[in-house]
């Protein structure tokens, strides 16, 4: 299997955007990256 690799400025407003839904509601942040982590490995698994 293939390690899904981000561009530089994809990760650094996959990371913001993680932050902001997390300042809007505890929790929040980390369900979204959950669910991102999911879309990665669909993709890995499923090129």
């Known amino acids: 299997m293939m390690p899904l690799r981000y561009h530089e400025a994809a990760e650094e407003e996959l990371l913001n955007e ?16 959950a669910e991102v982590r999911r879309a990665q490995d669909r993709i890995v698994q499923f090129p």
Do not use: N, P, S, V
Request: hydrophobic content about 45%; aromatic content about 18%.
């Open 18 to 33: 993680i932050g902001y839904l997390e300042l809007q509601a505890k929790g929040l942040g980390r369900r979204f990256f």
